[in-house]
């Protein structure tokens, strides 16, 4: 066991994560269940040589986070579901600045104010852009305290070798629970070298440099946008990550992330005491999405079918589905209002999904 | 003087554009006076020594393309977060200098919260507050600081103050704020005036460099094309209107408060 082993909470772990990550620049605005990313980062950030301001909103932290990240600095925000809906604004012109930077969506209940309870709403705000405009961000999805502080550090990794924005997407649970987190894996570090493009004070014997997003001329427009979208597709190649759980021998294959992830471990424990062969499949990154790994298990001949657990009407699904390519039948299970999964909400419809592959109940259909 | 030879004749340089700005042609239309106040701030940074130091925010607005005449390091913001970006690069590098270019529709309107919450926070960021009471780059749409009856594509009967209300006045509203260290209203209608806000701007980046709080001048310009007037008839206007309803002055001053305390505790 390592010495750097603690019991904490999830949003207090993103915030060691980040610090081990050499963030000097936290700013954000109270919105449950987040609050604790916010207080922890107003004690704690001085501590190693940052800043933290409670902003006026939103809008203003995400603003504030891209001048910070102009300067070089590596600077983060959090937020939840409606908080979220508020930054994407500056996350468009972020990303089309190419500026690194990391924000944290600890999902909650939606639309509108919804409740404070998990949720996935958010899949298709984060992973299809949000704001206006053709962009992605890196997206990260951790179902453990571990992952928390894990991903949010690596995430800064990301986003500065690929000069992009990135996210971590998490849920109300993953954020407040406590587990053991052991930091060994997350050396203190600092921020590379960004001389080349920052805004400083060291100007003297240099060409100025200059960020924007606006290129009045289509032409000059187009250079732009194909420049992001060669990054993008690069990406998409480089940057897969997943992870998989009793899945070499699986006959339903179940595809979810967050907290649904975490009762998919329980229910296929159950499911293997009775001898059915179920295994997980996780997406890690879910932007970029693992379309050719999910693909592998609708191509094979053992996989009878494909079950997707998620806390929404159907987002995450709809990826799953294009990796699938209707090869095999694709299941969803659904969680609305906040409510969180139970193992046996999903042993149930396994069972079934195991007699009969095309079992109605649950079948999805594109309609 | 600096001397400079063309065809084998010496000349004396008497006048030249500022250090602090690209040779990049303006794209204002005649009589705006944007570019007369980027020519006064260029002066005022070069005449600080601080150009190497500078770091511009780009609003939007007309002067959406003022990071192609200032020569320094710039980024371009979203409407109205040109104080939030601030705030987050002065607070990485507070050896910088920073500098937001804001207009009335950025500033007062979509900006407002950002504003004022920079403002009373303190940031040491100097803000360039262009109010020229319409909105330019769109075509002449009503702005927060719009004079009542003034009619705009906007308000094509005149301002009404019952359903829209009054002009807003952002130098009154921010210099009440305790972290407010300068705060001043210029008008950019004649040379005299021009000079005297040259003055404001560079306290302005005083307060700044010496670590006072944030500052602020708010600039009353010519939108001549948009009010649908010569450029005579828009400096005539701002005298003889603007001013009016925008007095000119300075609102808030920290170091003469300073030296009022001082007075008051040798005479106390």
């Known amino acids: ?367 | 003087m600096d001397v400079i030879t063309i065809e084998g004749t010496e000349y004396k340089v008497v006048a030249e554009r500022p250090k602090s700005l690209t040779d990049t042609p303006f794209t204002y239309c005649p009589g705006c006076n944007h570019g007369t106040t980027h020519k006064i701030i260029a002066e005022v940074i070069d005449e600080l020594g601080i150009q190497h130091r500078c770091i511009g925010i780009a609003s939007v607005g007309c002067s959406v393309f003022s990071y192609e005449f200032f020569d320094f390091d710039f980024i371009s913001v979203p409407h109205g977060r040109a104080l939030a970006v601030a705030t987050g690069a002065k607070r990485m590098r507070p050896d910088s200098v920073l500098m937001t270019y804001q207009g009335d529709g950025d500033l007062a309107a979509i900006g407002t919260a950002e504003t004022i919450h920079a403002c009373n926070r303190g940031e040491r960021v100097t803000c360039i507050f262009v109010n020229n009471a319409i909105y330019g780059m769109t075509g002449g749409q009503m702005a927060p600081t719009t004079l009542l009856g003034m009619k705009t594509t906007t308000s094509p009967l005149g301002r009404d103050a019952k359903r829209i209300g009054w002009p807003m006045k952002m130098s009154e509203m921010l210099a009440p704020l305790q972290g407010a260290a300068y705060i001043a209203r210029v008008s950019m209608h004649d040379a005299k005036h021009i000079l005297k806000a040259k003055a404001a701007i560079k306290k302005a980046f005083r307060a700044q460099l010496e670590d006072k709080g944030f500052s602020m001048v708010e600039v009353l310009s010519n939108c001549n094309v948009n009010w649908h007037m010569t450029p005579q008839e828009g400096v005539k206007f701002i005298e003889e209107q603007m001013t009016k309803n925008f007095p000119l002055g300075v609102y808030k001053d920290v170091w003469q408060e300073e030296a009022a305390k001082q007075t008051a505790k040798e005479e106390g």
């Open chain 1, 1 to 367: 066991m390592s010495d750097e082993r603690v019991f904490m909470k999830g949003n207090h772990a993103a915030c060691e994560g980040a610090y081990r990550a050499g963030c000097k620049a936290y700013f954000g605005y109270p919105i449950t269940p987040q609050n604790e990313v916010t207080e922890y980062m107003s004690a704690h950030i001085w501590e190693h040589g940052g800043t933290f301001i409670q902003s006026e909103s939103e809008v203003a932290a995400i603003n504030m986070i891209m001048g910070a990240s102009a300067t070089g600095a590596r600077a983060m925000t959090s937020s939840s579901s409606p908080g979220i809906s508020l930054k994407q604004e500056g996350l468009s012109y972020i990303a089309m600045m190419e500026l690194p930077m990391v924000v944290m969506n600890v999902v909650r209940c939606g639309p509108g104010l919804g409740n404070i309870a998990p949720h996935q709403g958010d899949y298709f705000q984060t992973t299809k852009g949000g704001g206006h405009g053709d962009y992605r961000l890196i997206t990260l999805a951790p179902n453990s305290v571990q992952e928390m502080a894990q991903f949010i550090y690596d995430a800064f990794i990301l986003a500065d070798k690929w000069r992009n924005p990135a996210m971590v997407l998490t849920d109300g649970t993953i954020g407040q629970m406590m587990e053991p987190v052991d930091y060994a894996s997350m050396p203190w570090m600092d921020p590379p070298d960004k001389s080349e493009w920052q805004l400083d004070e060291f100007q003297e014997g240099r060409e100025r440099h200059v960020l924007t997003s606006i290129w009045l001329d289509p032409v000059d427009m187009a250079v732009a946008h194909e420049k992001l979208i060669d990054k993008y597709e690069r990406l998409k190649k480089e940057e897969v990550r997943y992870d998989e759980y009793l899945t070499e021998d699986a006959e339903v294959l179940v595809v979810a992330i967050g907290s649904p992830s975490r009762v998919t471990h329980s229910a296929i424990r159950i499911l293997r005491q009775e001898g059915l062969k179920v295994g997980l499949f996780r997406p890690i990154t879910v932007w970029p999405f693992p379309y050719d790994a999910i693909r592998k298990y609708a191509d094979s001949k053992r996989v009878k079918a494909i079950l997707v657990p998620e806390m929404n009407w159907g987002q995450m699904i709809e990826d799953v589905k294009l990796a699938v390519l209707d090869k095999k039948p694709v299941h969803f299970v659904a969680k609305h209002g906040g409510l969180t999964f139970t193992p046996e909400d999903l042993t149930e419809p396994i069972r079934a999904i195991l007699k009969n592959p095309e079992e109605p109940n649950t079948l999805w259909h594109v309609s």
